[in-house]
C-alpha cells in the first residue's frame, strides 16, 4: 500500500516538531516503524519499474498453439528463443489454455459436419 505524499510529509513535519523517535511517531499513526524511517531517507514513492518488452508477440504465439497445440511450454520456448516461463506468462497474458483451444477447435469440427 502506498501512502500519499501529503500524508507522508505531515508525518515527518509531527515527528520532526515534536521530536518523537520513529517508534513513536509509527505508534501514533499506527503505521509501520520501517516506513517512518524511508520516508526520512527518501519521501517521494519510487517509480514502478517497468519491463523489457517481450520478444514473443500474442499473434505469434497463438499462431503458434493453432499450428502445434500439443507442443509443451518448452518446446514453443525452443521455437521462439524464449525461457518457458516467458511462454508460460505469455499464455496467461493471451487468456487463453490449451484446453480452451482444444474446446474452441472441436467446437468448430462439429459445427462443419
Known amino acids: 500500500m502506498t501512502y500519499s505524499l501529503y500524508f507522508r510529509k505531515k508525518v515527518l513535519s509531527i515527528k520532526e516538531s515534536e521530536g518523537l523517535t520513529y517508534q513513536a ?3 501514533r499513526f ?3 516503524k520501517n516506513s517512518v524511517y524511508l520516508w ?3 519521501i517521494k514513492p519510487k517509480a514502478t519499474k517497468s519491463r ?3 520478444k514473443v508477440t500474442q499473434t505469434e ?5 493453432r499450428a502445434y497445440c500439443d507442443d509443451y511450454q518448452y518446446e514453443r520456448a525452443e521455437r521462439f ?3 518457458q ?3 508460460c506468462y505469455a499464455l496467461q497474458r493471451l487468456e487463453t489454455g490449451v484446453m480452451d483451444f482444444y474446446e474452441k477447435v472441436k467446437a468448430k469440427k462439429f459445427s462443419m459436419c
Open 61 to 65: 504465439l497463438l499462431e503458434d498453439v
Open 40 to 42: 526520512s531517507k527518501q
Open 30 to 32: 499506527k503505521i509501520g
Open 25 to 27: 511517531t509509527a505508534d
Open 81 to 83: 528463443g524464449v525461457s
Open 52 to 54: 523489457p518488452e517481450i
Open 85 to 87: 516461463s516467458c511462454i
